[in-house]
C-alpha cells in the first residue's frame, strides 16, 4: 500500500526543520522532501579551505523572535556579538560611525546640531509603536522624521544594514522600522556558521522520527478529495500527504500548484545581493573590522573576530555585500569588481593573504520585498486550500529573514497540530 504521510515539508531549510521539530512532538509521520543535495537552504555553511562560509553575512538577532523560538527547541546558539562602531566611507573619505557615544563624539560626519538630532532619532527608532507606519513607505517615514540629508542617509543605511533591503520608496516602513527596533538589541556571529542551527535541528528530527530526503524536486502539489495532496516529483515519483508545509518561495510555489492556485503572490519580488565571501591568513588592517558606504549600497564585516568560522581558528573570514535593488539590471562583473575595490579600500592589500573566496553575484536574501498590502495578501492564502500551510522568510505578515522563516514555520506546525486534534 503506498503510504500517506500526516505531514509533507517541501524544503529542507531553517523553516521546514524547525515545523519539523514542533510537529513531532505529536507523534506524526513526517516526511521533509529537499531538492537539493544537502539540507538547510540559505542558513547552510560551506567549508571551503576549512574555512566556514556562511552564504553572506548572517547575523542572528539576540532579542528577536528566531532566537526564541530556537531556545523552545533547545537549540544551542554558540557565537559572540561584534561590538557597535566601524567606518562609513563617503566621497571616498572614511569616518567613524555614529553608532555609540563615543562614535557620536567623535565623528566628523555629522555637526554638532545633527549630532544631537541623530541621538534622538535613534531614541525614536526604539521607541516607536510601528503599527503607526502600516501605510507609509521607508522612505516617506525617512522624510517625515528629519530634513537633514545626512541623517536621511544614515537612516537608509541602518535600514540596509537590518533587513537587506534597499528599496526604500517600496519597502513598507512597519516591517524595515521593526525589524530595525530588534537589530539594535543586538545580534550574534555564530561560531562554524548557521549549519550550527541546521545541524542540531536535522539530528533531533532524525532522532524524533522525521524521514529526510535530499534531492528530491517537488514537481507539482496536486490537492485530493478528501483532504489529501498527490506530490509528483522530478523523477515521476508520487507522494501522498494529508497535509503539505510549502516552504520554497512564493512564484515557485504558485507554479507548483499549477491551475489549481488561487493566490496572488505576482506582486511579490525577492530581496537580493551580491556576496564576496573572503578568508585571509590575517587582515592587513586588523583595526577596520566593519564598514559600510553611505553613498552606494555596500557593507564590509569580519565576521571571524568574534564567531569562529576556521578550523585551525587563526585565518580572518569576511563578507563584502552588495545590496542589490530589486528592479536593478545586475551587471555581474561590474559587481565583483566594484566588491573587490570596496575590499581594497578597507583592506589594502588584502590579495596577498588570501587563503580562499567565493562570489555569489545574486542571491536571494528574502524572498519577499515587504511592501505596503502584504498582509492581506497573506492573510488570504491562508484561507486558500485546506491542509496546505505555507512557511518561509516570505510567509509572515509581521516578520522577514529568519525571523519570518522561523516564526511562519512554528505557526504552521501549530495549525497542523490543532487540525490533526480536532
Ligand atoms: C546573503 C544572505 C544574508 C542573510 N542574512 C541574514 C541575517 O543576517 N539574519 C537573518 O535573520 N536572516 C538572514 N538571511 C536570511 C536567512 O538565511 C533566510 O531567511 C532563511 O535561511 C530562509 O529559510 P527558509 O527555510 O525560509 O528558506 P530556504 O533556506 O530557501 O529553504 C527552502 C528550501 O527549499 C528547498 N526547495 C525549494 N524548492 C523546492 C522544491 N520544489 N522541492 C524540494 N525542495 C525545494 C530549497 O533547496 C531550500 O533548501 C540571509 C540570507 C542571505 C542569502
Known amino acids: 500500500m503506498t503510504q500517506k504521510w500526516d505531514v509533507v515539508i517541501i524544503g529542507g531549510g531553517l523553516a521546514g526543520f524547525v515545523a519539523a521539530n514542533y510537529l513531532t512532538r505529536n507523534n506524526l509521520s513526517i516526511l521533509v522532501l529537499e531538492k537539493g543535495k544537502k539540507v538547510g537552504g540559505r542558513a547552510r555553511t560551506d567549508q571551503i579551505h576549512q574555512?566556514?562560509?556562511?552564504?553572506?553575512?548572517?547575523?542572528?538577532?539576540?532579542?528577536?523572535?528566531?532566537?526564541?523560538?530556537?531556545?523552545?527547541?533547545?537549540?544551542?546558539?554558540?557565537?559572540?556579538?561584534?561590538?557597535?562602531?566601524?567606518?562609513?566611507?563617503?566621497?571616498?573619505?572614511?569616518?567613524?560611525?555614529?553608532?555609540?557615544?563615543?562614535?557620536?563624539?567623535?565623528?566628523?560626519?555629522?555637526?554638532?546640531?545633527?549630532?544631537i538630532e541623530w541621538a534622538n532619532t535613534l531614541l525614536k527608532v526604539i521607541s516607536i509603536h510601528t503599527e503607526k507606519l502600516e501605510k507609509q513607505t521607508f522612505e516617506q517615514w525617512v522624510q517625515q522624521t528629519t530634513d537633514s540629508a545626512n541623517i536621511q542617509s544614515l537612516l537608509y543605511l541602518l535600514g540596509r544594514l537590518a533587513t537587506y533591503c534597499h528599496a526604500p520608496d517600496q519597502a513598507s516602513a512597519k516591517?524595515?522600522?521593526?525589524?530595525?527596533?530588534?537589530?539594535?538589541?543586538?545580534?550574534?556571529?555564530?561560531?562554524?556558521?548557521?549549519?550550527?542551527?541546521?545541524?542540531?535541528?536535522?539530528?533531533?528530527?532524525?532522532?524524533?522520527?522525521?524521514?529526510?530526503?535530499t534531492h528530491k524536486r517537488v514537481k507539482h502539489i496536486a490537492p485530493l478529495e478528501q483532504d489529501s495532496f498527490k506530490l509528483i516529483l522530478s523523477n515521476d515519483e508520487e507522494i501522498f500527504g494529508k497535509n503539505v508545509i510549502c516552504t520554497t518561495g512564493p512564484h515557485e510555489l504558485?507554479?507548483?500548484?499549477?491551475?489549481?492556485?488561487?493566490?496572488?503572490?505576482?506582486?511579490?519580488?525577492?530581496?537580493?545581493?551580491?556576496?564576496?565571501?573572503?578568508?585571509?591568513?590575517?587582515?592587513?588592517n586588523p583595526k577596520k573590522l566593519f564598514a559600510m558606504d553611505i553613498q552606494h549600497p555596500l557593507y564590509f564585516s569580519v565576521h571571524s573576530n568574534y564567531a569562529r568560522l576556521s578550523a585551525e581558528g587563526k585565518s580572518a573570514v569576511m563578507h563584502v555585500f552588495k545590496y542589490h535593488h530589486p528592479d536593478e539590471k545586475i551587471d555581474e562583473k561590474k559587481v565583483k569588481n566594484e566588491l573587490e575595490q570596496f575590499l581594497e579600500k578597507i583592506q589594502p592589500g588584502w590579495k596577498n593573504y588570501e587563503i580562499?573566496?567565493?562570489?555569489?553575484?545574486?542571491?536571494?536574501?528574502?524572498?519577499?520585498?515587504?511592501?505596503?498590502?502584504?498582509?492581506?495578501?497573506?492573510?488570504?492564502?491562508?484561507?486558500?486550500?485546506?491542509?496546505?500551510?505555507?512557511?518561509?522568510?516570505?510567509a509572515s505578515p509581521d516578520f522577514i529573514l529568519a525571523e519570518g522563516a522561523v516564526s511562519s514555520a512554528k505557526q504552521a506546525a501549530e495549525e497542523i497540530m490543532k487540525r490533526e486534534k480536532s
Not at 507554479?255 to 564576496?276: D, Y
Not at 553575484?361 to 486558500?384: A, F, M, T
Request: proline share 6%; charged share 15%; aromatic share 8%.
Open 254 to 284: 504558485q507554479h507548483m500548484l499549477g491551475e489549481k492556485s488561487n493566490f496572488s503572490f505576482t506582486k511579490m519580488k525577492p530581496v537580493k545581493g551580491a556576496t564576496f565571501d573572503v578568508a585571509l591568513t590575517q587582515l592587513p
Open 51 to 115: 574555512q566556514y562560509f556562511n552564504l553572506g553575512p548572517h547575523a542572528l538577532y539576540k532579542k528577536g523572535k528566531a532566537m526564541s523560538i530556537l531556545e523552545e527547541l533547545t537549540i544551542q546558539v554558540p557565537g559572540k556579538s561584534p561590538q557597535l562602531g566601524g567606518v562609513l566611507v563617503k566621497d571616498h573619505l572614511e569616518y567613524t560611525a555614529p553608532f555609540t557615544p563615543l562614535g557620536l563624539l567623535t565623528t566628523g560626519l555629522l555637526n554638532w546640531k545633527e549630532r
Open 175 to 213: 516591517i524595515i522600522v521593526s525589524h530595525l527596533k530588534t537589530v539594535l538589541n543586538g545580534v550574534l556571529y555564530l561560531d562554524h556558521g548557521w549549519q550550527t542551527i541546521i545541524d542540531q535541528l536535522h539530528n533531533k528530527a532524525v532522532v524524533s522520527g522525521v524521514q529526510i530526503e
Open 356 to 394: 580562499t573566496s567565493r562570489f555569489i553575484p545574486q542571491i536571494i536574501v528574502n524572498q519577499r520585498l515587504p511592501q505596503i498590502g502584504d498582509e492581506q495578501i497573506l492573510q488570504c492564502s491562508k484561507q486558500g486550500i485546506p491542509g496546505l500551510y505555507i512557511a518561509g522568510d516570505w
